[in-house]
């Protein structure tokens, strides 16, 4: 057997900075050599079931051939060009492509790199919107508790004050207006005189539709998204829907809006977009925005353009995940997930310490009860072949779309065994 913990890793260790991790005592990761179809092998050759699919991107699980040419293909002939004053045909196709299958005029693509960059640049064309109509009050965006739209800082002041990770920030990010999803009467009225008092301060509404997930895979109706949208044209407010996380068919459709038969002003891309294999989002908007920007004014144009927008090896791999979208649309097999995770994750609600269990397309969540034994339950999933990432208090899976029942049972198995497990030892610990 290989070594558990290569060297690559115990040396790297000393000098990497991880993501969301106290580094004083963090653990070593599980150090992966290879990945195949949903599968993570470690380099002990333990082989992990992937129940996150790599943050929701993997879509069609890992090496896929299809996107694995594309790339190698794109690497060969042409790895990256500026699309400043340049164009290559993948981001060219893909931006038609989008522009076809999201629905309504969401017709011009903004290409960038990482879903967080997408959402500030969403917000940007938003404010700029108003500006080009000649309102230029309009800068202040309202979202929503329990959302997150990324770590930059624009982003970081649209996210939940509390529960989006950046509540050290406070005084530093820009003052929004955060407020409860409208999903009750009461709600929808207060969200409708908000929208009515504070129309010449609004730049956009903007939210996840359907399912907030950093934010702790939290769910709402179809009618609140619809109800928002429909508050939004009575008010002139443009809405921003953040499809990063359920976009791709993660939600049951293509696109979580679809559900509510809503077409947002602008919508932001990426996760699934690449299939989990390079980084690239996208930022679509509609005729109306887009208009907006057009002039004989040079500075009425979008003033924006990261590096490596549009790389071409990061479009080859989108369009070949678009590829595959297309020769087997995700709707059916996401409603086969949906079905098996409803069934499986039910015996955890009556568990001690479990608060929910709630399902949506291909995410599946049993919520507990505030506890701080992630590090432990990471350890208790992988010693069981599964890859699960618990954060705060819910522990979920969103697999890869591509799953196998028989795998898929092994991650709720074994979700149900830990969060049994967990019971006891939260009472031995406490
Ligand atoms: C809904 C949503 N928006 C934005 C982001 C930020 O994307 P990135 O991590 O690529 O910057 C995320 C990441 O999890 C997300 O889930």
């Given at each position: 057997m290989a070594d558990p913990h290569p060297t690559w890793l115990t040396d790297g260790f000393e000098h990497i900075w991880l993501p969301y991790t106290q580094m004083q005592d963090a653990p070593l990761p599980a150090p992966i050599a290879r990945t195949e179809g949903c599968r993570l092998i470690m380099a002990d050759d333990r082989e992990l079931i992937d129940g996150v699919a790599s943050w929701w991107t993997?879509?069609?699980?890992?090496?896929?051939?299809?996107?694995?040419?594309?790339?190698?293909?794109?690497?060969?002939?042409?790895?990256?060009?500026?699309?400043?004053?340049?164009?290559?045909?993948?981001?060219?196709?893909?931006?038609?492509?989008?522009?076809?299958?999201?629905?309504?005029?969401?017709?011009?693509?903004?290409?960038?790199?990482?879903?967080?960059?997408?959402?500030?640049?969403?917000?940007?064309?938003?404010?700029q919107y108003w500006i080009n109509k000649g309102a230029s009050g309009r800068s202040r965006f309202v979202s929503f508790t329990g959302g997150y739209h990324g770590d930059t800082f624009?982003?970081?002041?649209?996210?939940?004050?509390?529960?989006?990770?950046?509540?050290?920030?406070?005084?530093?990010?820009?003052?929004?207006?955060?407020?409860?999803?409208?999903?009750?009467?009461?709600?929808?009225?207060?969200?409708?005189?908000?929208?009515?008092?504070?129309?010449?301060?609004?730049?956009?509404?903007?939210?996840?539709?359907l399912v907030?997930?950093?934010?702790?895979?939290?769910?709402?109706?179809?009618?609140?998204l619809r109800f928002i949208r429909e508050a939004c044209d009575r008010h002139g407010v443009l809405?921003?829907?953040?499809e990063i996380f359920t976009g791709f068919g993660r939600t049951g459709?293509?696109?979580?809006?679809?559900?509510?038969?809503?077409?947002?002003?602008?919508?932001?891309?990426s996760k699934a977009l690449t299939g989990g294999t390079l980084p690239l989002a996208a930022t679509l908007a509609r005729t109306h925005v887009f208009d907006a920007f057009l002039s004989d004014d040079p500075e009425r144009a979008l003033m924006h353009g990261p590096t490596y927008m549009g790389n071409a090896m990061g479009c080859a791999a989108a369009n070949?995940?678009?590829?595959?979208?297309?020769?087997?649309?995700?709707?059916?097999?996401?409603?086969?997930?949906?079905?098996?995770?409803?069934?499986?994750?039910?015996?955890?609600?009556?568990?001690?310490?479990?608060?929910?269990?709630?399902?949506?397309?291909?995410?599946?969540?049993?919520?507990?009860?505030p506890h701080t034994d992630h590090d432990w339950m990471k350890a208790e999933f992988i010693s069981r072949g599964v890859w699960?990432?618990?954060?705060?208090?819910?522990?979920?899976?969103?697999?890869?779309?591509?799953?196998?029942?028989?795998?898929?049972?092994?991650?709720?198995?074994?979700?149900?065994?830990?969060?049994?497990?967990?019971?006891?030892?939260?009472n031995k610990e406490g």
């Amino acid at each position: 057997m290989a070594d558990p913990h290569p060297t690559w890793l115990t040396d790297g260790f000393e000098h990497i900075w991880l993501p969301y991790t106290q580094m004083q005592d963090a653990p070593l990761p599980a150090p992966i050599a290879r990945t195949e179809g949903c599968r993570l092998i470690m380099a002990d050759d333990r082989e992990l079931i992937d129940g996150v699919a790599s943050w929701w991107t993997a879509a069609h699980g890992y090496n896929h051939p299809h996107i694995r040419q594309a790339v190698t293909r794109q690497l060969a002939t042409l790895p990256h060009v500026m699309l400043g004053g340049l164009a290559h045909e993948q981001a060219y196709t893909l931006a038609t492509r989008l522009a076809n299958m999201t629905p309504g005029d969401l017709s011009r693509v903004f290409f960038s790199e990482s879903g967080s960059v997408s959402v500030e640049i969403a917000m940007k064309m938003a404010v700029q919107y108003w500006i080009n109509k000649g309102a230029s009050g309009r800068s202040r965006f309202v979202s929503f508790t329990g959302g997150y739209h990324g770590d930059t800082f624009a982003t970081m002041s649209v996210c939940d004050p509390e529960e989006g990770m950046h509540s050290l920030f406070a005084g530093l990010l820009a003052d929004q207006i955060i407020t409860d999803l409208p999903a009750d009467t009461m709600k929808q009225q207060r969200f409708e005189e908000l929208l009515a008092s504070r129309t010449s301060e609004i730049a956009a509404v903007v939210m996840e539709p359907l399912v907030q997930g950093a934010g702790g895979m939290i769910m709402h109706a179809p009618e609140t998204l619809r109800f928002i949208r429909e508050a939004c044209d009575r008010h002139g407010v443009l809405l921003i829907l953040d499809e990063i996380f359920t976009g791709f068919g993660r939600t049951g459709t293509l696109f979580a809006c679809e559900q509510a038969d809503i077409v947002p002003d602008i919508m932001t891309l990426s996760k699934a977009l690449t299939g989990g294999t390079l980084p690239l989002a996208a930022t679509l908007a509609r005729t109306h925005v887009f208009d907006a920007f057009l002039s004989d004014d040079p500075e009425r144009a979008l003033m924006h353009g990261p590096t490596y927008m549009g790389n071409a090896m990061g479009c080859a791999a989108a369009n070949a995940a678009l590829d595959l979208f297309e020769q087997d649309p995700p709707g059916p097999r996401v409603a086969r997930i949906e079905d098996q995770l409803r069934e499986e994750l039910e015996p955890a609600r009556p568990l001690a310490g479990v608060r929910d269990v709630r399902v949506k397309g291909a995410i599946g969540v049993i919520e507990l009860e505030p506890h701080t034994d992630h590090d432990w339950m990471k350890a208790e999933f992988i010693s069981r072949g599964v890859w699960i990432r618990p954060f705060n208090n819910i522990v979920y899976t969103t697999p890869p779309l591509v799953i196998s029942a028989g795998e898929l049972s092994q991650i709720t198995s074994a979700m149900l065994d830990v969060v049994g497990a967990w019971g006891t030892h939260k009472n031995k610990e406490g």
